[in-house]
């Protein structure tokens, strides 16, 4: 299994991004689906997180402007990131468990200039 996302870019504080991630290969169930992201210097943490039947989780910081959704027919999520700040520079990771396996994406870089 292979999560690809795409997506990232550089955009200014106040604006919004729409990052993509879609899971290939030899896939018989998915259940979670997650975007991390990673900041310089800090470790991985979660940002959403959305279950097979669509029950979605999000970090304090993130709550109100980022919006998790899934397309379980495509094997895909999307991140809606709105109201942008230079404190969400990161590279965003996606995460996918399928049967008890996590999965991890090469990240898509996100850059908030001030």
């Known amino acids: 299994v292979q999560p690809v996302e795409s997506g990232g870019n550089l955009v200014q504080a106040g604006g919004s991004l729409r990052l993509s991630c879609a899971a290939s290969?030899?896939?018989?169930?998915?259940?979670?689906m997650a975007w991390h992201r990673q900041a310089p210097g800090k470790q991985r943490e979660l940002v959403a997180d959305i279950s097979s039947v669509g029950t979605t989780n999000y970090a304090d910081d993130v709550k109100g402007r980022f919006t998790i959704s899934r397309n379980n027919a495509k094997n895909t999520i999307y991140l809606q990131m709105n109201s942008l700040k230079p404190e969400d520079t990161a590279v965003y990771y996606c995460n996918v468990n399928e049967r008890g396996i996590d999965y991890w994406g090469l990240g898509t870089l996100v850059t908030v200039s001030s």
């Open positions: 290969g030899s896939i018989f169930s998915i259940g979670v």
